[in-house]
T-cell receptor, first 114, second 116 residues
């Protein structure tokens, strides 16, 4: 059974710092890995999707890496801003036959202090 | 493209009552998903439709839960005889029918259920 773990559960940093969020998964048989952002009481917004054959994806100040063999991914946020405050969720799509679901970690709650 | 919409956004009910939620996916998206998210946790998969066919169901989907997607458009999720443990955010997502591993799931704003 695929399990996804995110560390830390919460992180608070001053504005302007670069930071790294971590995600690990137990089964390397995945189609892809996604990072989502969730604001309080709201739905999820996809930030980056990394195919299983890729090593990293970049969007603006965000960079996500994937090491499938070791079951790890990181989300790097450069020059953090107060607007980056949110919960960040990592999810994998298992490669099990017919599987379309995403398996999520519990999230990292990020607070950027002005 | 108006995105995935869900109705209602909030629902308060008493234990034992039935509730029904609606999800309207992005038009032309063949795939539709339901997830449940409790406070402080990531979403958990409930069920998945491809067009009108329900192809995958989680063990979390007890016999009190039923989902439909008539005509392959909007979907409904009904919970019968609600229990306090059903209190959660119910999220709907949709995606196009594409090559495996390349399609993103687009999430709606969710329906927050509180069972008193």
């Amino acid at each position: 059974k695929q399990e996804v773990t995110q560390i830390p559960a919460a992180l608070s940093v001053p504005e302007g710092e670069n930071l790294v969020l971590n995600c690990s998964f137990t089964d390397s048989a995945i189609y892809n890995l996604q990072w989502f952002r969730q604001d309080p009481g709201k739905g999820l917004t996809s930030l980056l999707l990394i195919q299983s054959s890729q090593r990293e994806q970049t969007s603006g100040r965000l960079n996500a890496s994937l090491d499938k063999s070791s079951g790890r991914s990181t989300l790097y946020i450069a020059a953090s801003q107060p607007g980056d405050s949110a919960t960040y969720l990592c999810a994998v799509r298992p490669q099990a036959q017919g599987a379309q679901k995403l398996v999520f970690g519990q999230g990292t709650r990020l607070t950027i202090n002005p | 493209d108006t995105g995935v919409s869900q109705d209602p956004r909030h629902k308060i009910t008493k234990r034992g009552q039935n509730v029904t939620f609606r999800c309207d996916p992005i038009s032309e998206h063949n795939r539709l998903y339901w997830y449940r998210q409790t406070l402080g946790q990531g979403p958990e998969f409930l069920t998945y439709f491809q067009n009108e066919a329900q192809l995958e169901k989680s063990r979390l989907l007890s016999d009190r839960f039923s989902a439909e997607r008539p005509k392959g458009s909007f979907s409904t999720l009904e919970i019968q005889r609600t229990e306090q443990g059903d209190s959660a955010m119910y999220l709907c997502a949709s995606s196009p029918l594409g090559a495996s591993g390349r399609e993103t799931q687009y999430f709606g704003p969710g329906t927050r259920l509180l069972v008193l």
